[in-house]
């Protein structure tokens, strides 16, 4: 593991909703942990070999303890079972510091954040922010049920304090039906920030309705990639730094041939979401999976997410 860790201990489980719990993680060796800013998330690095990210819903500016709120999916490869499961009271984790691909921009005259399911996480952790600075929000989240929708009381209570407005709609429920993005987006003023984060459905939806907006007031968090990674293989990587050429075979990623030559390049969420795989491509032609690249780096073709990305020439060289 090439990234810096840190150990915490698990202070609390809390039941927050169905199928979903709260963690209270403290700094196993006492003191302070590092600061983070709204929509960060961390890594658990969990001992059945998993890595998964979770958003921190505590208010940033805390540093006694991290929060994050876990939602046992049913199609969990392990992660998130796993901790339901496994991860007590009292149980020491492994965990990669904050990091933030999902920035609030605080002086935004007003923010719209829409949020699916267990997408709340990181919106909750701005709402508090943005309250906290006096700024103007408005809260449209989706879930299939109140019951099955976390972080209901606090939201309220935030939306007692000022003037802000929360629009709440349960899929499952009588009335229900999904949040209509295209409304809220052209409803919103032309100089909001807007913010996404939930299923792929709803991001794909959101992407759509902010076309015309100015990209850099658009925001949005992936917890999992839009494409299938590249597995066909039958390419070879050329590691430059490493003098070494590594052959891609069908069924793998670039980051598993490399783990089986005995490499242990930096990876986090093996999804293409984190940014953490990613290296500087010196000749060749990735075929992008990610989330993380723009279009336009997309296009330049200078770096790639090995954990998903593959190659659409024979040999591509890094430069690792
Ligand atoms: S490990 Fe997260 S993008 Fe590759």
């Given at each position: 593991m090439n990234t810096p860790v840190l150990e915490v201990w698990v202070k609390s489980v809390t039941y927050e909703a169905e199928r979903i719990n709260a963690y209270d993680l403290r700094p196993a060796a006492g003191g302070e942990l590092p600061p983070f800013k709204a929509g960060a998330?961390?890594?658990?690095h969990l001992s059945n070999g998993t890595t998964r990210s979770y958003s921190l819903i505590n208010p940033e500016g805390e540093r006694h303890r991290y929060v994050i709120a876990v939602s046992n999916d049913a199609a969990s490869a392990g992660?998130?079972?796993?901790?339901?499961?496994?991860?007590?009271?009292?149980?020491?984790?492994?965990?990669?510091?904050?990091?933030?691909?999902?920035?609030?921009?605080?002086?935004?005259?007003?923010?719209v954040l829409i949020a699916g399911g267990i997408g709340i996480t990181p919106i909750w952790c701005m709402l508090q922010r943005l309250t906290d600075l006096g700024r103007s929000w408005e809260l449209h989240y989706s879930a299939r049920t109140r019951a099955s929708a976390a972080l209901l009381e606090p939201i309220a209570a935030l939306r007692a304090l000022g003037t802000n407005s929360v629009v709440l709609n349960f899929d499952f429920e009588s009335g229900g039906r999904p949040l209509d993005l295209a409304a809220i987006v052209s409803n919103a003023p032309h100089d909001a920030h807007l913010y996404c984060c939930g299923p792929a459905g709803m991001l794909e939806a959101f992407e759509q309705a902010t076309k015309s907006r100015r990209r850099d007031r658009v925001h949005v968090e992936y917890f999992s990639a839009k494409e299938a990674p590249a597995k066909s293989g039958g390419?070879?990587?050329?590691?430059?730094?490493?003098?070494?050429?590594?052959?891609?075979?069908?069924?793998?990623?670039?980051?598993?041939?490399?783990?089986?030559?005995?490499?242990?390049p930096p990876r986090s969420c093996t999804e293409g979401v984190c940014g953490t795989c990613e290296m500087r491509v010196l000749e060749g032609i990735p075929d992008h999976r990610d989330m993380v690249l723009t279009d336009a780096e997309r296009a330049s073709n200078k770096s790639m997410m090995i954990c998903c990305s593959g190659a659409r020439s024979e040999t591509l060289v890094l430069d690792w």
């Open positions: 998330h961390i890594d658990l992660g998130s079972r796993y901790i339901h499961e496994q991860v007590r009271p009292g149980d020491r984790l492994i965990i990669t510091p904050p990091q933030n691909d999902f920035v609030l921009v605080e002086d935004a005259s007003h923010s390419f070879t990587v050329s590691l430059a730094k490493s003098n070494t050429k590594v052959f891609v075979g069908e069924g793998k990623t670039i980051l598993d041939a490399l783990i089986d030559a005995g490499f242990d």
